[in-house]
């Protein structure tokens, strides 16, 4: 059973970096074909993809947010970490870890998210 | 600005049957599948279809999807009330070598 679950400040200032970690379980980031990918939805918004890392450390980023988005994993402990830089309260969303499936190009287990508010 | 286009909203009664549209480009939807996601109040997204037309284990067979050069829809046949939730198309983007997604169709049942 795969499951996944982000972590992380609830509050972050704006023009601090946030940091966030997914844990997870139920497949391993060896395994040929597989993802972690993060993605947000601000409130009232659209879901938003932010990155993609792969099984084999390939990273993709969303264009928008490239210049401030980094993502690694850490394949013994089963954690990807994402670093966002330059917070602003634009980027006050609901963060999801999800797991991408290359075959099919689907995210299709999610952690159950968490809030991050950005605020003076 | 969502690289893919949906209504905002569609609304129905239950037994009844509602479609929801995605319009993208030849570099998402017209060369690629489509999926959708199904997100209820105070919950993450969960995948709903895969590559166009397929439900993953779980899903009704009330929904279904389906798609016609750059443009594709998803339809719930008799509605139910727990279908009340928001659906977003996602498709992979050759251009931006992403998935991108649809601004989202609040469902009112």
């Known amino acids: 059973q795969i499951t996944l679950k982000e972590s992380g400040p609830p509050l972050v200032r704006p023009t601090q970096t946030l940091t966030l970690t997914c844990t997870f379980s139920?497949?391993?980031?060896?395994?040929?074909?597989?993802?972690v990918g993060w993605l947000r939805r601000p409130p009232g918004k659209a879901l938003e993809w932010l990155g993609l890392?792969?099984?084999?450390?390939?990273?993709r980023y969303s264009p928008s947010l490239r210049t401030r988005l980094s993502i690694t994993k850490d394949t013994s402990k089963n954690q990807v970490v994402l670093t966002m830089t330059d917070m602003d309260p634009v980027d006050t969303a609901s963060y999801y870890c999800?797991?991408?499936?290359?075959?099919?190009?689907?995210?299709?287990?999610w952690g159950p998210g968490t809030l991050i508010t950005v605020s003076s | 600005q969502s690289v893919l286009t949906q209504p905002p909203s569609a609304s129905g009664t239950p037994g009844q049957r509602v479609t929801i549209s995605c319009s993208g480009s030849?570099?998402?939807?017209?060369?690629?599948?489509v999926k959708w996601y199904q997100q209820l109040p105070g919950s993450a997204p969960r995948l709903l279809m895969y590559?166009?037309?397929k439900r993953p284990s779980g899903v009704p067979d009330r929904f279904s999807g389906s798609k016609s050069g750059s443009s594709a829809s998803l339809a719930i046949s008799g509605l139910q009330s727990e279908d009340e939730a928001d659906y977003f198309c996602?498709?992979?983007?050759?251009?931006?070598?992403?998935?991108?997604f649809g601004g989202g169709t609040r469902l009112t049942v």
């Open positions: 999800a797991h991408w499936e290359q075959r099919w190009y689907f995210f299709d287990h």
């Open positions: 590559s166009t037309d």
């Open positions: 030849i570099s998402n939807i017209g060369d690629n599948t």
């Open positions: 139920g497949f391993s980031l060896r395994t040929s074909g597989v993802g």
């Open positions: 996602s498709s992979w983007d050759d251009r931006l070598n992403g998935p991108v």
């Open positions: 890392i792969y099984w084999d450390d390939d990273k």
